[in-house]
């Protein structure tokens, strides 16, 4: 009997499975589970079906050059060729080429219409309109009957329940779904009564998306005047209306949230501006009180009031300057008289003359000062007397007002119009009054 090792089986084995022709070729369909990526850029997982597993790689230069990134759970189509592992004596499947099974037409049809699109400018950046921040009503193209509308209803509601919901129903798989979506949107841009659209449905298989990728419906949206956000999937999925529309949502929820504020962070802002406008009102009326001071302090300064005590404490300044200066001349006037007598000792006969003039002169120095005083007094009244007339408070005894407008004084009527704000001032206080018709003294009665 001949025995043999374990790695002569495992050789002859290997040599049986890599050596037949017929595993040197092979096509497999399963699905992949367990995916792994290398980090030197191989791919390990397992393809599988309902009763069979095998392992299955990719290497690093088959990998680079593949079409679409496989995940957990894809169906796909491989071609590659049989080997076995001696160390484990497992066997697996060296993959050479890889589609997604079933879709590998719908994948290419994909790609190419997206790499034209892409080349004639419909993903563009600059051309796509700004979503609302506070929309009065959203559209939403979608499916009646599935759950889309109701989580983007319980969003919006959660959220902002000032917007309303306008469902425009449309079929959003197989055969005419495209021809229907795209006519809910022409519809909806027709009626122009929505600041927003929600384009979606939930997700699906290539084949059950495809009407997203639909010319048609990519022709709609590029069309549309309302901002679009495209909801179609889940977060994984793309399809050509999610980089045509204006705005990619992953999911439909995450679209309604997109669409809308959100009412706390709106709460929050509108506490925020409270805050900061009482602030700013605090400082206004500071400011205010600031200004009212300085000038209640500039008009005691030049009041008609403060004028006039100022006007007479000078008057009396100058009266008193005079009598002075007019005893010092008398004074001197004097002692120079008794000098001169005691020395010319005249006779009685010049004396009596001189004591005539003396009293001559006594008596035109005392016209002259009363002159004066007369004078000064006389100019003193006429000062007051302009003064007084200069005293605003002096018209208003009369019955006359000062009105001001945004505190200018209005001196014509034609620097009046209807509804305007006036202040009146009288002689006790100020009143206010509102424009409401106006006279022209030289032209009659205007009309405002």
């Known amino acids: 009997m001949q025995v043999l090792t374990v790695t002569a089986l495992t050789k002859y084995i290997k040599a049986k499975l890599e050596g037949d022709r017929h595993l040197a070729s092979v096509y497999l369909k399963g699905e992949i589970s367990n995916f792994k990526r290398h980090s030197r850029g191989h791919w390990y997982f397992t393809l599988k079906d309902e009763e069979s597993a095998i392992n299955a790689i990719v290497f690093a230069r088959e990998a680079a ?57 419909y993903f563009r950046e600059d051309i796509k309109k700004p979503i609302p921040k506070f929309p009065r009503r959203i559209g939403v193209v979608t499916s009646p009957t599935g759950a889309v509308i109701q989580d983007i209803r319980h969003t919006v509601e959660r959220r902002y329940r000032l917007a309303e919901i306008d469902l425009y129903p449309a079929l959003v798989q197989g055969p005419g779904s495209a021809s229907s979506i795209a006519k809910m949107i022409r519809l909806a841009n027709q009626r122009n009564d929505v600041d927003v659209l929600i384009v979606g449905r939930g997700g699906g298989s290539i084949e059950d998306l495809w009407g997203f990728n639909e010319i048609e419906t990519i022709e709609a949206i590029m069309a549309s005047k309302i901002p679009i956000i495209s909801a ?41 501006y409270e805050t900061m406008l009482s602030e700013r009102i605090e400082r206004l009326f500071n400011d205010a009180r600031t200004t009212l001071l300085y000038l209640d302090k500039r008009l005691d300064m030049i009041s008609p009031g403060a004028m006039l005590r100022q006007h007479k404490d000078t008057l009396e300044r100058a009266t008193y300057g005079l009598e002075r200066g007019f005893l010092q001349q008398l004074s001197v006037k004097e002692e120079q008289i008794n000098r001169l007598a005691m020395l010319i000792r005249p006779p009685a006969e010049r004396m009596d003359r001189l004591r005539r003039d003396l009293e001559l002169i006594h008596e035109r120095m005392d016209s002259r000062v009363n002159l004066i005083l007369d004078k000064k007094h006389h100019r003193f009244g006429m000062m007051m007397t302009a003064l007084k007339a200069l005293n605003p408070l002096s018209v208003m005894e009369k019955g006359f007002a000062v009105v001001t407008k945004k505190d200018v004084v209005m001196t014509s009527v034609h620097d009046l119009n209807e509804h305007d704000q006036v202040n009146i001032r009288v002689i006790d206080g100020s009143v206010e009054a509102t424009i409401t018709g106006k006279k022209d003294v030289n032209h009659g009665k205007e009309n405002l």
């Not at 071609?79 to 879709?103: F, N, T, V």
């Not at 679209?255 to 925020?272: G, M, Q, S, V, Y």
């Open 65 to 121: 050059v593949m079409p679409f990134l496989p995940k957990e759970g894809d169906k796909v189509l491989v071609k590659g060729r049989i080997s076995l592992y001696a160390p484990s004596g497992s066997y697996s499947i060296q993959i050479q080429s890889m589609e997604p099974d079933g879709i590998g037409d719908l994948y290419l049809k994909y790609e190419a219409l997206k790499k034209t699109l892409a080349e004639q400018g």
């Open 232 to 272: 179609v999937g889940h977060e994984t999925d793309f399809t050509i209306s999610d980089f045509v529309a204006d705005l990619r949502a992953p999911t439909p929820t995450a679209a309604a949230e997109l669409a809308t504020p959100n009412k706390d962070d709106l709460l929050e802002d509108i506490r925020r």
